[in-house]
């Protein structure tokens, strides 16, 4: 199509996450000169914007600021840097010679980059694909959609929900469950430990929850809504319990699908894109930075570090 | 009585908004009828028409000299005549019946005798170049295959959806939570209780797929069919699988069913199903992860490439499948009744086609009416990948749903208008809205908020409040 305008610029940065914006301040603060941020939500700043909860901040600017806060301040120091964010703008298409196709509110336009930065982050594992028996009724979810529900609309997909997994994240889903007044029936783990090494039996009797380990969900039970779980135990004892949802939490996996529906290799393991030590793609004028290359997920100040080192690969690319 | 009071006069009315009680409603309306169509859940296609393969079939397998066959060949030539002036898609795939064992080979000159009687003649065996020029990506030990070139695939909800709008667009009427409670007929009229009210017809056309038996029975007395609901699950992959293969994959059928279909999707995605399971219940279309296990595994095997490509869904839909293969349509002239039973999986091609031989039937009772001079042509919305979406032209507002490119002009346009979307599932049959790989892990909020009110079954159960 010949009507669609294509525009330049040195690095295009997908995703206005912490990755993403702290390699977008990274390449500004290094001399590139223009830097584009792409992101397709309304507002920059990634997860964290729905975390409304501490611990976030602490690497980047010394002290601990709630999820919201601290996606408000990296989205500002990015703008003061002068990075551009091109808000409600899709990367539908990823091309050779960092041939970006968009599509906005305002149309279909394509960007042509010198280079390249993937920074789509992650996401957690829904319930279709772990193949989850039973009926597919309303009020099943990730923490993703309960926290920006609760913090972002003031909204609760449930009340008395069966939390699945024991991530870091289920704790955060823990805590927003608690700000949002909803009472978990329980919290279960397929395995003997918990995954994380907190400590977790506090943790989980501090919200009030009951932890169950060696348990699995057997099935999902509901008409328009969920009425009830059916567990097993270790002893393969199932038991049914009565409850209104099921936050199936953690199992992130990359947010990859831009790289998977292009021309990008892929870890076939991991559905990262692959990458050299220094974020590098199988494509030379692609990079990765941050969540979408990590596997296990790393919380967001390790994803800002992450896209400041990728950011100065790619410098050190365009200068040399 | 407990209705509201009102009492709808029409000619026509129509029990269930499956795809054939739309498909009947279109029909009938444009016949000059006038129509009402009565719906016991708050959106259409809420039975066994929410969960199929989405294929539009020639027929080529279809028992002989059936009814069936000659409603699926009418429903295929008409949904290519009709489909783009409703603005429905059509994917031009083909299908390959692939033979992986010498027996199932020895199957092939039955399939296509049976294919040349039902008139499909363009049906032909492949050469192992064609195979593989055709789907590179099928697993090497493919002994040999048949080719169709005229199954296609379509989009499965906004057909049905096109037929009643049409309907209603022309005068018809649809009553969504008005399951027919009881019903008598007084020589002349029937008339109907529904929780919404009173519908006063002069011929009735029960539609109500897999309560079709139950509706019989509870009007006429009694039911010629039994119903033996057959569930059937579905795995659906990512769409970085959907260039995978370009055909409908079939399997050679048994005497059982008709086997595990791999199939591309018109929304971009490939999905592998179905299961064929008897089972009690008419409502239950639950999934088990043995089930989906296994046809993971059976994808797998059959297109290697599937290797590590993410599932986006799962889902059951269930057939309404009698204790015999065939249609099982009642005539009742005496009464002015027709009931459509037993439409399995080729209602969705079928339907187009059920719908007409209704309307003969009727002719033959004595319905007259007057053809509807300059119908309306309605279009629906594309949903289709490979064509234009709503997010393509300008002006959207701003895209809700992500993996599917769902605007929010498009929820706001289904949530209102003369069909609006009754339910969320509704909804998602109308837009895909989390229907793609994250399942609402990035939209449900925005969804929440905008469908606030909307159903009975809301994705917001209230406040979150400390």
Same mark, same amino acid.
């Given at each position: ?19 993403? &914006? ?70 539908? &298409? ?51 959609? &309960? ?174 | 009585?407990?209705?509201?009071? @009102? ?11 499956? +795809? ?8 009938? $309306? ?14 259409? #296609? ?17 028992? +002989? ?5 000659? *409603? ?15 603005? #429905? ?77 049409? $309907? ?36 009735? +056309?029960?539609?109500?797929? #897999? ?21 059937? @699950? ?129 002719? %033959? ?7 509807? @001079? ?16 709503? *997010? ?8 809700? *749903? ?19 979307? %009754? ?9 895909? +809205?989390?229907?793609?790989? *994250? ?28």
């Amino acid at each position: 199509m010949t009507d669609i305008t294509t525009k330049t610029c040195d690095v295009a940065v997908i995703g206005g996450g912490p990755s993403g &914006l702290s390699a977008a301040i990274t390449l500004k603060q290094a001399g590139v000169k223009s830097v584009v941020v792409l992101d397709r939500e309304a507002v920059a700043g990634g997860i964290p914007r729905h975390c409304g909860h501490p611990p976030f901040g602490l690497a980047e600017f010394k002290r601990i600021l709630t999820g919201p806060e601290y996606a408000k301040r990296i989205v500002k120091k990015a703008q003061q840097e002068g990075v551009e964010i091109a808000l409600k703008t899709t990367v539908v &298409l990823l091309e050779k010679q960092g041939r970006l196709t968009l599509v906005s509110p305002d149309g279909t336009s394509q960007l042509l980059a010198k280079r390249v930065l993937l920074a789509t982050g992650t996401r957690e594992t829904p319930r279709s694909a772990r193949f989850v028996s039973g009926n597919r009724p309303i009020g099943i979810c990730n923490t993703g959609a &309960l926290q920006s529900m609760v913090y972002l609309k003031n909204m609760v997909p449930f009340r008395s929900p069966l939390v699945v997994g024991t991530e870091i994240v289920s704790f955060s889903a823990l805590m927003t469950c608690k700000k949002a007044g909803i009472k978990p029936v329980a919290m279960i783990e397929q395995n003997t430990r918990p995954s994380v090494q907190w400590p977790v039996y506090y943790a989980a009797s501090f919200f009030g929850v009951p932890l169950r380990r060696k348990t699995r969900i057997v099935e999902i039970i509901g008409g328009n809504r969920v009425e009830s779980v059916i567990i097993a135990g270790g002893n393969g004892k199932e038991e049914k319990i009565p409850c209104d949802g099921v936050l199936f939490t953690g199992l992130f996996t990359p947010e990859s699908s831009l790289a998977r529906m292009s021309h990008l290799a892929l870890d076939p393991d991991t559905g990262c894109p692959l990458v050299d030590n220094n974020g590098r793609c199988s494509d030379p004028v692609y990079f990765a930075a941050g969540n979408v290359i990590f596997q296990p997920v790393k919380v967001a100040g390790k994803c800002w570090q992450s896209g400041i080192r990728i950011a100065r690969a790619i410098v050190d690319d365009l200068s040399g | 009585m407990k209705s509201g009071g @009102q009492v709808i006069s029409t000619d026509v009315a129509i029990i269930g908004g499956g +795809v054939v009680g739309c498909a009947v409603a279109r029909r009938m $309306a444009l016949a000059g009828a006038s129509v009402v169509l009565m719906e016991k859940a708050p959106d259409i #296609l809420d039975g066994a028409s929410k969960g199929n393969s989405a294929i539009l079939h020639t027929g080529f397998d279809a028992p +002989v000299d059936s009814l069936e066959w000659q *409603c699926v060949q009418n429903g295929h030539q008409e949904y290519l005549e009709i489909h783009k002036s409703l603005n #429905l898609p059509l994917l031009k795939t083909g299908a390959m019946v692939a033979a992986w064992t010498e027996e199932e080979e020895a199957r092939f000159p039955g399939i296509l005798e049976k294919a040349h009687k039902n008139q499909v003649n363009d049906i032909r065996q492949l050469s192992q170049a064609e195979i593989h020029k055709l789907e590179p990506h099928l697993a090497g030990n493919v002994r040999a295959a048949l080719y169709i070139p005229r199954e296609y695939v379509i989009d499965p909800w906004s057909a049905p959806l096109a037929y009643l709008l049409q $309907a209603i667009e022309n005068g018809g009427q649809a009553l969504f939570n008005a399951e027919v409670t009881a019903g008598g007929y007084d020589g002349e009229h029937w008339l109907l209780d529904t929780p919404q009210g009173q519908v006063r017809a002069k011929y009735v +056309v029960n539609a109500a797929g #897999l309560y079709g038996d139950i509706v019989d029975t509870r009007v006429l007395g009694d039911s010629e069919f039994v119903i033996k609901p057959r569930k059937g @699950q579905f795995v659906v992959f990512d769409k970085a699988a959907g260039n995978l293969i370009n055909s409908v994959i079939l399997p050679v059928p048994t005497k059982i069913t008709k086997g595990i279909v791999l199939f591309p999707t018109i929304f971009g995605n490939m999905m592998v199903g179905p299961t064929a399971e008897e089972q009690e219940s008419r409502d239950d279309a639950s999934v088990d992860t043995a089930t989906l296990n296994a046809l993971h595994e059976q994808a797998l095997r059959m297109l290697p490439a599937l290797k590590g490509i993410p599932v986006t869904a799962t889902y059951a839909g269930i057939r309404s499948a009698t204790e015999q293969p065939e249609y099982r349509i009642r005539e009742e002239p005496e009464r002015n009744w027709i009931t459509l039973g037993g439409i399995r999986s080729t209602g969705l091609t079928a339907a187009l086609g059920i719908a007409r031989h209704v309307e003969t039937l009727l002719k %033959g009772f004595g319905a007259a009416f007057e053809k509807r @001079q300059n119908p309306v042509v309605s279009r629906v919305p594309n949903l289709a990948n490979h064509l234009s979406r709503d *997010c393509h032209t300008p002006g959207y507002g701003e895209i809700v *749903c992500h993996c599917e490119m769902v605007t929010d002009r498009e929820i706001k346009a289904a949530l209102s208008g003369k069909m609006p979307a %009754g339910s969320l599932s509704g909804l998602k049959r109308r837009t895909r +809205v989390t229907m793609g790989r *994250c399942q609402g892990f990035y939209c449900s909020a925005r969804l929440a908020e905008l469908t606030e009110d909307k159903f009975e079954t809301p994705l917001s159960v209230g406040e979150a409040h400390d």
